[in-house]
């Protein structure tokens, strides 16, 4: 039990670029997306669950390691506008404080409970502050949509969106 702790303890110090080269994993972390301006209707909780799956649909892709969402959240929530922004700046910060050499970032830009989303995401390096991956994705379902709620958006609009972000992801070479 004591190496285990004392192993895990020694990979947390472990800068990402090195810990990358040892699981062959790119480090990564997910924060919470922000919504546009013309979106009012998601509510927080649906912004967290969005941004657990998209770190869930990640971590199965056996290519990335995804820092825990709750580390994450406490990292960035106070700055998540900045986070989520035009410049770069706030998210290297977190990603510095998570020790990870990339920050999934974006915004949600559609979300129509009768079912349809859009997300904009920027995959930001830590090292340079650069945006490695920009790309914006959408749905619509053909499926009825019946409530509207945040679990029939979730299955029925934003999970095809996350298992393409992670395919896309997990084929670019980080």
Do not use: W
Request: glycine share 6%; proline share 3%.
């Amino acid at each position: 039990m004591l190496g285990v702790t004392l192993s895990g303890g020694a990979l947390a110090q472990t800068p990402p670029e090195e810990l990358a080269k040892r699981t062959g994993k790119a480090q990564m972390a997910v924060v919470e997306f922000s919504p546009s301006p013309n979106v009012a209707v998601i509510s927080p909780e649906a912004r967290r669950q969005l941004q657990a799956s998209i770190a869930f649909r990640l971590m199965k892709t056996n290519r990335i390691h995804v820092v825990d969402v709750r580390h994450t959240r406490e990292a960035s929530q106070a700055d998540l506008t900045a986070v989520n922004g035009a410049s770069t700046a706030a998210a290297v910060r977190v990603g510095k404080q998570l020790r990870v050499s990339y920050v999934l970032t974006g915004t949600v830009d559609e979300y129509d409970s009768k079912g349809s989303a859009t997300l904009k995401i920027r995959l930001v390096e830590v090292a340079t502050g650069k945006v490695r991956h920009a790309d914006e994705l959408s749905h619509q379902t053909t499926a009825v949509m019946y409530s509207g709620g945040d679990a029939e958006m979730k299955a029925k609009v934003l999970l095809p969106i996350t298992l393409k972000l992670a395919d896309t992801l997990a084929a670019a070479a980080l």
